[in-house]
């Protein structure tokens, strides 16, 4: 999984995985992204911090490549008292819906939300 915040501080989650040839974009561990996108180590697409597509080398003659076509596979992503929950799962409920009465307990320890 790949968790990024664009240029406007919006989090964006995705499966680790180039659209191309399924390398991981993200080496494991924490860390930041370079500020020119995602870059798969295989053929250097890159891809901007939202996902898209933004360079795909050597893919220009290609027939029927459509660049604008091509994303990062995103995933359901919630935030919830600053922790963020990923679900590969698109037909998932609402987290809301399945933590019970846990937003009525957290805010003596973490504020309201």
Same mark, same amino acid.
């Given at each position: 999984?790949?968790?990024?915040?664009?240029?406007?501080?919006?989090?964006?989650?995705?499966?680790?995985?180039?659209?191309?040839?399924?390398?991981?974009?993200?080496?494991?561990?924490?860390?930041? +992204?370079?500020?020119?996108?995602?870059?798969?180590?295989?053929?250097?697409? +890159?891809?901007?911090? +939202?996902?898209?597509?933004?360079?795909?080398?050597?893919?220009?003659?290609?027939?029927?490549?459509?660049?604008? %076509?091509?994303?990062?596979?995103?995933?359901?992503? %919630?935030?919830?008292?600053?922790?963020?929950?990923?679900?590969?799962?698109?037909?998932?409920?609402?987290?809301?819906?399945?933590?019970?009465?846990?937003?009525?307990?957290?805010? %003596?320890?973490?504020?309201?939300?």
């Amino acid at each position: 999984v790949a968790v990024v915040r664009d240029q406007a501080g919006r989090l964006h989650a995705f499966a680790n995985a180039c659209a191309h040839r399924g390398a991981k974009i993200l080496p494991d561990g924490a860390g930041k +992204t370079p500020r020119s996108g995602l870059i798969c180590p295989y053929h250097a697409w +890159t891809y901007d911090h +939202t996902g898209k597509l933004i360079i795909a080398p050597g893919m220009k003659n290609s027939v029927n490549f459509e660049e604008s %076509e091509v994303r990062l596979a995103p995933l359901c992503m %919630e935030v919830f008292h600053g922790f963020i929950f990923v679900n590969h799962c698109e037909s998932a409920k609402p987290l809301a819906e399945c933590l019970g009465d846990l937003p009525e307990k957290l805010p %003596e320890w973490f504020g309201v939300d």
